[in-house]
């Protein structure tokens, strides 16, 4: 089972950034995948995620409207895409994947997906 996700970076304020997760070994060709982030000094917050299938999404209040997220299905890799980046985005970003057999949803309906899998965190800094 792997997740590895994209290096972050240094972004100014109002910029873009995509980030990765390519995702291998689950018993799921696909398995739902989130994206979560954990800005210092506080608790790690969802922010999107994407369904099996890809036909499913969900994006937290905060990124609503300025992030996407899509998966390539040949490549098996989940994209974050952030527009309109804003210093409050800073933070330390995770990938997660649902690693059961029946690890199809990713949002349901008022709480997260069984993400037990977690890739290495990638920084991303919002900054000028």
């Known amino acids: 089972v792997q997740l590895q996700a994209s290096r972050g970076g240094l972004v100014q304020p109002g910029g873009s950034l995509r980030l990765s997760c390519a995702v291998s070994g689950f018993l799921l060709d696909r398995p739902a995948v989130g994206w979560f982030r954990q800005a210092p000094g506080k608790e790690r917050e969802g922010v999107s995620c994407?369904?099996?299938?890809?036909?499913?999404?969900y994006f937290a209040d905060s990124v609503k409207g300025r992030f996407t997220i899509s998966r390539d299905k040949a490549k098996n890799t989940v994209y974050l895409q952030m527009n309109s980046l804003k210093p409050e985005d800073t933070a330390v970003y995770y990938c997660a994947a649902d690693g059961s057999f029946s690890g199809t949803i990713c949002w349901y309906g008022n709480k997260w997906g069984n993400f037990d899998y977690w890739g290495q965190g990638t920084q991303v800094t919002v900054s000028s």
């Open positions: 994407i369904s099996s299938s890809g036909g499913s999404t």
